[in-house]
Nanobody, 124 residues
Framework: QVQLVEAGGGLVQAGGSLRLSCLAS????????MGWFRQAPGKEREFVAA????????YYADSVKGRFTISRDNAKNMVYLQMNSLEPEDTAVYYC?????????????????WGQGTQVTVSS
């Protein structure tokens, strides 16, 4: 089992920045990929970014490429999502996710473990 706890959400003005963090505990050695997803009211959960734990290879949704950066700290079992140039369209609940497989990094159905989510609100 892997437990994930997100932090760092909040209210920010358009153009501002936030950094989300995700602390992984439990059987973290078994996590091969970690990702961030988001879900806005009335919309489906969508992929934001992912990182392969062993190689630090990163993947991004087109909508956030160049603005968001995912990174990990092996020693602290932490994953971060640095969000810059935030837009009102980025408003959503952001979820951290982990899985033991290294493929399917953009598919929510291929992540076995999820955090409780953290709200990000971007005002115009």
């Amino acid at each position: 089992q892997v437990q994930l706890v997100e932090a760092g959400g909040g209210l920010v003005q358009a153009g501002g920045s936030l950094r989300l963090s995700c602390l992984a505990s439990g059987r973290t050695f078994s996590s091969s990929k970690m990702g961030w997803f988001r879900q806005a009211p009335g919309k489906e959960r969508e992929f934001v970014a992912a990182i392969i734990w062993s190689t630090a290879t990163t993947y991004y949704a087109d909508s956030v490429k160049g603005r968001f950066t995912i990174s990990r700290d092996n020693a602290k079992n932490m994953v971060y999502l640095q969000m810059n140039s935030l837009e009102p369209e980025d408003t959503a609940v952001y979820y951290c996710a982990a899985d033991t497989t290294g493929y399917g990094w953009k598919l929510a159905s291929l992540y076995a473990y999820w955090g409780q989510g953290t709200q990000v609100t971007v005002s115009s």
